[in-house]
């Protein structure tokens, strides 16, 4: 099945479920998902079961649930109206269930992720937190060794602290000439190395989006550099089809086992991709309520991720409460995947889901901010979620043609801007180069663009 078709795919699911699908939802905001109205149902975590995993190089002891401080709460519709007040509650709530682990980064959020991130911790006692944040200079302007040296001192000084726990080469995997130019051959390793060395860095490692050549090479210098712990990408989509799904990735099952053999921890992001494994299709969010009718969709994905115990932490970016309280039930504590509910994963879920053949966005915001202003994610968001759900319209395939083109439109009207949608890109390129995910996002774009145009020209027919 691994290889089956998109029409083959359809024809195995039945036009009755898509069809039933069709009906039953329409493409909602990303605000008032399904699976945020699932969170809202779930019961109050317990405090004092939190599941933690112990450092094997220096005995920390890491809260299993790590908070991703990268979609941030807004006070209004303006995603970059960010609510300090809901952050110091969230990161309080947080750190009373056991979280102790927080990951920023200089370019989250606009750049004000370290910021707000900092403000939160203020209040608590250092030590009983660990801090992350990354060296994020993408672009050539920030690589100079006078340049990265600033970002890193400003992250010092954004997040109130003297020291950073763990410090990361932010998103190598592009290329080596990338990488060297990025933390070598500007002296920017044996900078970070005398920071250890003194303290103020505890830990030094690197994330990967990219190249399995270039994790390879990276990961052979661990003699020369000492990588304290490495942060991937793992989830039971990305395990065994994150190649299929784009070439220019690694199956986690790859990464994962290179780390175990030289003993480095793993932490890990996108468990939940961006959102798309919490906002499954219809029919395989119902299947997996089947066999746990008392857990949300999401908290599979998370058992999953959090089970091998090479894993240090698991990094949630936790907008809402609900996220929160509903992550914090799968660690509060943790009860490990089964071999055969791993295998039902991979197999039953995992190979549907890459029949679908979404656009492969997490949501992670490394193509924004647009110069010319395109709410990429969202667009790509929108699409992938209607798609998911079996309600994009379809002329002359769906009886409820009209009703699908009008939801898609309003729907994708209320999630974008007008002026911020796919038929405003000049397909300048500028983006693709950051996309973790290698899209070719001036295509896809494009793509929707013309969808867009063909529902609306038949709207005024």
Not at 65 to 75: E, T, V, W
Request: net charge neutral; glycine share 6%.
């Amino acid at each position: 099945m691994k290889n089956i078709s998109r029409r083959n795919f359809l024809k195995l699911l039945g036009g009755g479920a898509v069809a039933t699908a069709a009906v039953m939802t329409g493409c909602k905001p990303k605000i008032a998902s399904k699976a945020v109205e699932e969170y809202k149902q779930q019961v109050e975590p317990p405090v004092g079961k939190m599941t933690y995993r112990t450092n094997p190089n220096n005995q920390d002891k890491v809260s299993l649930l790590g908070y991703g401080m990268m979609r941030l709460p807004s006070k209004t519709e303006n995603k970059d109206d960010y609510d300090q007040d809901m952050i110091n509650k969230q990161v309080d709530y947080a750190i009373e269930h056991g979280v102790n682990y927080f990951d920023t980064s200089p370019v989250y959020c606009q750049g004000k992720s370290e910021t707000c991130t900092g403000i939160a911790l203020k209040k608590h006692n250092r030590k009983d937190v660990f801090i992350a944040t990354k060296l994020s200079n993408f672009n050539p302007a920030t690589q100079s060794h006078e340049a990265s040296v600033a970002m890193y001192k400003n992250s010092l000084k954004e997040l109130q602290t003297d020291y950073i726990d763990y410090y990361l080469l932010h998103a190598v995997g592009g290329s080596m000439v990338e990488f060297n130019a990025r933390y070598v051959d500007n002296g920017m390793m044996d900078y970070l190395m005398k920071e250890r060395e003194a303290g103020r860095i505890r830990n030094l490692g690197f994330s990967f989006h990219g190249k399995q050549e270039v994790f390879d090479e990276v990961l052979a210098l661990h003699d020369q550099y000492h990588w304290d712990f490495v942060q991937i990408e793992l989830n039971y989509l990305d395990w065994d089809y994150a190649n299929e799904i784009s070439k220019s990735n690694v199956d986690a099952s790859y990464l994962y086992a290179e780390l175990q053999k030289k003993g480095i921890p793993a932490v890990i992001m996108e468990p939940l991709l961006g959102g798309r494994l919490a906002n499954l299709p219809n029919y395989l969010a119902a299947e997996l309520k089947s066999h746990a009718p008392e857990r949300s969709v999401a908290s599979w994905a998370f058992r999953y991720a959090g089970t091998p115990e090479g894993v240090l932490t698991v990094l949630s970016g936790m907008t809402y409460m609900e996220h929160l309280k509903d992550n914090l039930l799968s660690y509060c504590p943790l009860v490990p995947l089964s071999k055969q509910e791993q295998e039902y994963l991979h197999k039953k879920v995992a190979d549907r889901i890459v029949g679908l053949e979404n656009i492969p966005c997490n949501d992670c915001k490394y193509c924004m901010p647009c110069p010319y202003g395109i709410d990429i994610p969202a667009i790509f968001v929108h699409y992938n979620k209607c798609k998911n759900e079996g309600t994009l319209p379809r002329e002359n395939v769906d009886k409820e043609y009209a009703k699908l083109r009008r939801n898609y439109l309003i729907g994708l009207d209320r999630a974008v801007p007008r002026l911020r949608q796919a038929d405003h890109c000049i397909g300048c390129g500028q983006c693709e180069p950051h996309c973790p995910q290698s899209i070719r996002i001036p295509r896809e774009l494009r793509k929707i663009s013309e969808f867009v145009e063909e529902l609306r020209r038949s709207q005024e027919a």
